[in-house]
């Protein structure tokens, strides 16, 4: 059966990037965030949910959701986010276990799918990933890398990141920790030698 791994980091840590590296050594990634996104249009599964939850004010002219707003409601109001979570986040589980099951399923024996979510360990996932893969970054780079990618002020990506787990508490449950506060090149030789690993693991996992 093919390996899963949820990669799983912060906010602006570059669970991204990380992805696109492990595509390039054959891996299937399956974005969370991208999924979500199309649940989130307009008459979608969570649209409803998150309107049953907020109302009408969260929707744009065009009856999308204006996630700009939702974020700026929920990451001040810890008990709005724990609204918004109750309204998506079973659906979201539920989606990432049958499209981990259909991938892994296709892929066969030596395939490896990539769960790319931020939510890995807030949700506990770790009974449909095999492995977890944490990718963490300073706090004051992560700042500066939403600042400059969302046009967020200072003080609007302090508060995005501290409505988050932190670095530490997803480390814990790691089995690989990447480090992406420099440049690519670094983070490529980290996600190579985890990778290997990776392999080296499951032949003996097998020979065993």
Same mark, same amino acid.
């Given at each position: 059966m093919a390996i899963s791994i949820g990669l799983t980091g912060g906010i602006a840590t570059g669970k991204s990037l990380i992805s696109q590296i492990l595509a390039q050594f054959g891996a299937y990634i399956i974005d969370s965030d991208k999924a979500a996104h199309e649940m989130y =249009?307009?008459? @979608? /599964?969570l649209w409803r949910n998150v309107v049953e939850a907020f109302g009408k004010e969260v929707l744009l002219p065009d009856e999308n959701i204006d996630r700009r707003r939702l974020g700026e409601i929920v990451f001040k109001d810890p008990q709005a986010l724990k609204r &918004?979570? $109750? $309204?998506?986040?079973?659906? #979201? #589980?539920?989606?990432a276990k049958e499209e981990i @099951? /259909?991938?892994k399923k296709r892929m066969g024996e030596k395939g490896v799918v990539? =769960?790319?979510?931020? &939510?890995i360990v807030d949700l506990k996932l770790f009974d449909i990933v095999d492995h977890v893969w944490v990718v963490i970054a300073d706090k004051? #780079? +992560?700042v500066?890398?939403?600042?400059?990618?969302r046009g967020l002020s200072p003080q !609007? +990506?302090?508060?995005? #990141?501290?409505?988050q787990l932190s670095n530490e508490a997803r480390v814990r449950h790691a089995h690989e920790v990447i480090l992406n506060n420099d440049g690519v090149e670094k983070v490529e030789d980290q996600v190579a030698? $985890?990778?290997? /690993?990776?392999?080296? @693991? +499951? !032949?003996?996992a097998h020979s065993s």
């Open positions: =249009l307009p008459q @979608g /599964r &918004l979570n $109750a $309204a998506t986040h079973p659906q #979201i #589980i539920q989606w @099951g /259909r991938q990539v =769960l790319e979510s931020a &939510l004051e #780079i +992560a500066q890398r939403l600042c400059q990618s !609007q +990506a302090e508060d995005r #990141i501290s409505s030698k $985890a990778w290997q /690993r990776l392999w080296d @693991g +499951a !032949q003996t």
